[in-house]
Nanobody, 115 residues
């Protein structure tokens, strides 16, 4: 059974930092591309950052220079370091694992940014 379990969300002031994590089980983690998506109320889910199995990263323009995605294959975990958080970064953040025709989602972790 595949599980993606996000953690580390919470309340942070604008300008602050937060790191969220996603631990995977039930998959050969190192073979999967991993991504972080987010969905704010009334908005569509959007890709925030992705990292391939080889470690190549990509980011949404809105978070470039502020967010960093990384992975630790030994711990089956992908991270998203979020710095200089803005009010508009508030959302539920979802972890995604993708390989060929397989795609899995976590349950999401809430990130709230206060002014």
């Amino acid at each position: 059974q595949v599980q993606l379990v996000e953690s580390g969300g919470g309340l942070v002031q604008a300008g602050g930092s937060l790191r969220i994590s996603c631990e995977a089980s039930g998959i050969i983690f190192s073979m999967y591309a991993m991504g972080w998506y987010r969905q704010a109320p009334g908005k569509q889910r959007e890709l925030v950052a992705g990292i391939t199995s080889e470690g190549t990263t990509n980011y949404a323009d809105s978070v470039k220079g502020r967010f960093t995605i990384s992975r630790d294959n030994a711990k089956n975990t992908v991270y998203l370091q979020m710095n200089s958080l803005k009010l508009e970064d508030a959302a539920v953040y979802y972890c995604n694992a993708r390989r060929v025709f397989s795609r899995y989602w976590g349950q999401g972790t809430q990130v709230t940014v206060s002014s």
